[in-house]
C-alpha cells in the first residue's frame, strides 16, 4: 500500500470520529441531564487544556523510538478516557473524562503532520491528498452520525466516539511505517532537552510570528462554528440548506487540500497565510449582512482560504523554521496556540458578543483576523532577516 494511502487512512481514522463527536456529543450530555452551561464548559474545557497538554506530549513523543508508538497510545488512550463517560454518572466526572480523551486526540493530528511532512518530503508524495482524506472522513463521519442518533439515540454517538478513538490507535499500529523519530538511530534527547528546546521555539521571533500570525487567522473561525447555523435560522433558512452550506465549507477545504502543493510552490507558504487571512477578514466582514443563501454559497467557499489556506501556509513555514529534533513540539505547539489557546478565548467570548450583539458578533473575529494579516504582511521580511 501507497505511504500516502496509508497516512490518508490513518488520518481518516482520527476524523470519522470527530465528525460525529464534535456536533452530536452535546446531545448525549444534554439527554443526560446536563445543561447548556456545564455542556459548553465540557466542550470548551479542552481547547484550554491543550496549552498544557500539547506541549507535554509533543515533549512526550520525541522520547520515542518510533514515530507511531506514541499515536497508538494516544489513540487507545482516548478511546479508554472517552469509553470511561459511560461508567460513571456526573458532571464533574464527565468533564475530567471528556477532557482528558479530547486532549489526547487532539495531540494525534500535529504528531501524524510531522510524520506525514517527512515522509512526503522523501518519497515525493503531497502532503494535501493525504490529509483531504481525513477532512472526507469528516464529512462522512458527520452526515453519517446524524443518521446514527435519529435511528439510535445518543447513546450510538457516544459508543461511534470510543470505536473511533480506538480505531486510530489501530490504524496507528498495522499502517503507519516504523519512521523513527531520530534520523540515523540517535538516541533520543533527555527529557530535560526536549523541555529546553521547547524553550528555544518560544523564543524565536520568527517562530512566534508564524505561529501566532495564523492562529489568529484560524481561531477566528470559533463565532462561525458556534452561532452560525442559529443565526441562519433566523433568518428562516432551512436545516437542509443549513448543512448544505456546512458541507460547501468542508468540500472547499477538500479541495484546496487536493491542489495544495502546487498552490504552495506558485505562491510560497508565507503568502498562503496572508491570502488566507485576507480571506477571513472578507468573510467575517461580509457574514452579518442578511444575504440570499446563493450568496452565502460562495461566502462559505472563502473557507478553502480562511481555514485551509493558512493551515497549510503554517504548516510548510513551521515545517521549514523549526530544527528537524524539535518538529513535534514545533507543531504541537501551533496546534496548542491555534486550536487550543485562542480559539478557546474567542470562543468563550463567541457567547457574550452573540447575546449582546447578534451576528455583529463577526465583526470581532474580522478584528482579529486583520491582526493576523497585520502579522502574516510582516513575515517575508522577517524570514529574510532570520
Not at 456545564?38 to 509533543?58: D, E, N, V, W, Y
Not at 513551521?318 to 529534533?325: F, G, S
Not at 491582526?371 to 504582511?377: D, L
Request: glycine share 12%; charged share 10%.
Amino acid at each position: 500500500m501507497p505511504t500516502s494511502l496509508r497516512m490518508g487512512l490513518y488520518y481518516a481514522g482520527i476524523f470519522i470520529g470527530t465528525g460525529a463527536s464534535l456536533p452530536y456529543m452535546s446531545v448525549w450530555f444534554h439527554d443526560h441531564g446536563l445543561n447548556g452551561a456545564q455542556i459548553g464548559m465540557i466542550l470548551s474545557a479542552p481547547m484550554l487544556g491543550r496549552l498544557f497538554s500539547g506541549p507535554a506530549l509533543a515533549v512526550s513523543a520525541d522520547g520515542f523510538k518510533l514515530r507511531r508508538t506514541p499515536l497508538m497510545l494516544l489513540g487507545f488512550g482516548s478511546g479508554l478516557a472517552f469509553g470511561a463517560i459511560a461508567l460513571f454518572q456526573g458532571f464533574p466526572v464527565w468533564l475530567l473524562c471528556w477532557l482528558a480523551g479530547a486532549c489526547l486526540q487532539g495531540g494525534m493530528s500535529p504528531l501524524g503532520d510531522v510524520m506525514t511532512l517527512r515522509l512526503a518530503a522523501r518519497e515525493g508524495f503531497a502532503y494535501g491528498p493525504a490529509r483531504s482524506v481525513g477532512s472526507m472522513a469528516f464529512v462522512v463521519g458527520n452526515l453519517l452520525g446524524g443518521v446514527v442518533l435519529a435511528s439510535f439515540g445518543s447513546g450510538a454517538i457516544l459508543a461511534w466516539t470510543v470505536a473511533a478513538a480506538l480505531l486510530s490507535g489501530v490504524f496507528a499500529r498495522l499502517l503507519l511505517p516504523p519512521e523513527p523519530v531520530h534520523e540515523g538511530g540517535a538516541a533520543p534527547a533527555s527529557r530535560s532537552d526536549r523541555w529546553a528546546g521547547l524553550g528555544q521555539l518560544l523564543r524565536d521571533r520568527t517562530f512566534m510570528l508564524i505561529i501566532v500570525s495564523a492562529g489568529l487567522i484560524q481561531a477566528t473561525h470559533a463565532f462561525y462554528y458556534v452561532f452560525s447555523s442559529l443565526l441562519w435560522q433566523g433568518q428562516g433558512i432551512s436545516d437542509f440548506v443549513i448543512g448544505a452550506l456546512w458541507a460547501t465549507g468542508v468540500i472547499a477545504e477538500i479541495g484546496f487540500m487536493l491542489m495544495a502543493e502546487r498552490i504552495r510552490r506558485r505562491v510560497g507558504p508565507e503568502r498562503l497565510i496572508l491570502i488566507g487571512g485576507v480571506a477571513a477578514l472578507l468573510r467575517w466582514c461580509a457574514s452579518p449582512l442578511v444575504l440570499p443563501p446563493l450568496l452565502l454559497f460562495p461566502l462559505q467557499a472563502l473557507h478553502a482560504l480562511s481555514f485551509t489556506a493558512t493551515f497549510i501556509g503554517s504548516l510548510q513555514l513551521i515545517q521549514l523554521r523549526a530544527p528537524a529534533r524539535f518538529a513535534s513540539a514545533a507543531q504541537s505547539l501551533a496546534t496548542t496556540l491555534s486550536s487550543g489557546l485562542l480559539i478557546g478565548l474567542a470562543t468563550l467570548a463567541s457567547g457574550p458578543l452573540f447575546d449582546r450583539f447578534g451576528s455583529l458578533g463577526y465583526l470581532a473575529m474580522a478584528v482579529m483576523a486583520l491582526a493576523g494579516v497585520i502579522g502574516a504582511a510582516r513575515l517575508p521580511r522577517a524570514l529574510s532577516r532570520a
